[in-house]
Structure formats: structure tokens, C-alpha cells
């Protein structure tokens, strides 16, 4: 009787745990609120940790709008000169290009600057668009990359900056990989724009 008890109880907390693992995943890694971005132009919605700091730009063609982790956020008042901590930026623009996305990646792979490495290129699906996911490293750290093609000729960027990743523990890194993920998972493009 008393093994049959154990057995019993040892299958519960089996599944309480499997549950809190399970539902842990669903959040955000660094356990904080979410905020929402809408571009207020090409409508797209994309949702990140609220402890990062956003700044929107307007370069000319290329829109872009920039996350900040808080590890960057303490050095640099512009946070132009990082040496640790992460950026996430978004951009889009007009897409001239008469070439397929993945020879249009691989044209401007030649073309990085001195330091920077291709490491992993992987074809992957977007809220059902085609997208390329490359990992590229750099002097003090690595990228990871996410393209693909919207409508009306645009070409969008999802791209993390991870700075000292050389110094940065393992489960940081991997907290850095879950966070870019969930990013990238939640880019919507406003519904009217997708075909």
C-alpha cells in the first residue's frame, strides 16, 4: 500500500512540475511585463520585455526602432559605444533587389565589414512567410539576424546585437536566444497587409 502511495504522490509532483516548466516557457525570460510596439506607419505589432528601453529612429528609407536590454541601458546615455549587455533592432525598407532573398543575403555576406562571420545560416517560417536566420559574430560579440520579405516590396530586419558574448555565462546567452525568439515569434504585420 505504502508503494503504491509513493508511486502515486512521485506521479504528481512529476506533473506539477512538468506543468511549471511548461508554463514558464510562455513567459518572459526575465519575468517582467510585456509592452506591445505598433509602427505607426507599416502597422506592424511586436512584443518585448518592458524592462528594455525603446528608441524609435527615422533614417531616411529606413525605419528603424531599437530595444535595449538593461545591462546596456547602464552604460552609455546614447548607448552608442557598448561593450556588454544587448540591442534588438527592427527595420524595414524598400526592397529594389530583382534577386530571390536568400541570393540577396548571400551577396551582402561578401560585403561585412572586417571581423564579421557568416557562422549559421537557417531557412525558417515567420507567422507563414519565408524568412532567413543567420548568426553572425563580430569583434566584441554576435548577431543574430532574422530577414524575410513583406508586401508592397519590403524587406524587414529583425536583428539582436549581443556585446562581450565571449564574457557572458551560458545561461545569460541562452536567456539572450529565448528572449530574441519571442521577439521574433510575436512580429505581426497588420492583417490587412498580409496576402
Known sequence: MVIKQKG?????VFA????????????PVEGGEISTYEHPRTGYTVKYPAAW???????????????????????????????????????????TSEKNLKEYLEDKSQYLPDGEKVIK????SLSGISAIKREISFAN???????????????????????????????KRNN????????????????SEVK
Not at 16 to 27: A, P, Q, R
Not at 61 to 86: T, V
Request: hydrophobic residues 35%; glycine residues 8%; positive net charge.
Open 8 to 12: 502515486h504522490v512521485l506521479g504528481i
Open 16 to 27: 506539477i512540475l512538468l506543468f511549471g516548466v511548461l508554463n514558464f516557457t510562455n513567459k
Open 53 to 95: 528601453k525603446l528608441v524609435t529612429h527615422n533614417k531616411s528609407r529606413n525605419e528603424l526602432f531599437s530595444l535595449y536590454d538593461p545591462i546596456a541601458q547602464k552604460q552609455d546615455k546614447r548607448m552608442m559605444h557598448l561593450n556588454q549587455g544587448s540591442k534588438i533592432e527592427i527595420s524595414s525598407r524598400d526592397y
Open 121 to 124: 545560416i537557417t531557412e525558417i
Open 141 to 171: 560579440g554576435r548577431s543574430f539576424n532574422t530577414t524575410f520579405l513583406g508586401p508592397e516590396n519590403k524587406i524587414y530586419n529583425v536583428e539582436m546585437f549581443i556585446y562581450g558574448y565571449d564574457s557572458i555565462s551560458g545561461n
Open 176 to 191: 539572450y536566444g529565448v528572449i530574441y525568439d519571442q521577439i521574433l515569434t510575436s512580429f505581426k504585420l497588420k492583417a
